[in-house]
């Protein structure tokens, strides 16, 4: 937690971090409910007609995935999804 916060006190990578937070945060949501459904990434990928490294590119959180990919996730994760605007 330190290191972060000396990393956002650089306003360049402070801005960058800010524009990737909802990219971040999507990963790590995808990461939380597959790992609590005790799952692999080919085995989620295997679940939605994917390929794993699909499921990576989209975990590590440097992937625009599309609507479509995602509602396809969250039936093969068993879980709901849900978009909002804040």
Do not use: C
């Amino acid at each position: 937690m330190q290191i972060k916060k000396e990393f956002l006190k650089d306003k360049e990578l402070a801005k960058a971090y800010k524009e990737s937070e909802s990219e971040f945060e999507l990963a790590k949501m995808v990461i939380a409910k597959r790992l609590e459904k005790e799952m692999t990434q080919k085995q989620l990928a295997d679940k939605i007609g994917t390929k794993q490294a699909a499921i990576s590119r989209l975990e590590s959180g440097d992937y625009n995935p599309s609507l479509l990919f995602l509602r396809k996730v969250a039936r093969g994760l068993d879980a709901k999804l849900k978009v909002s605007f804040k």
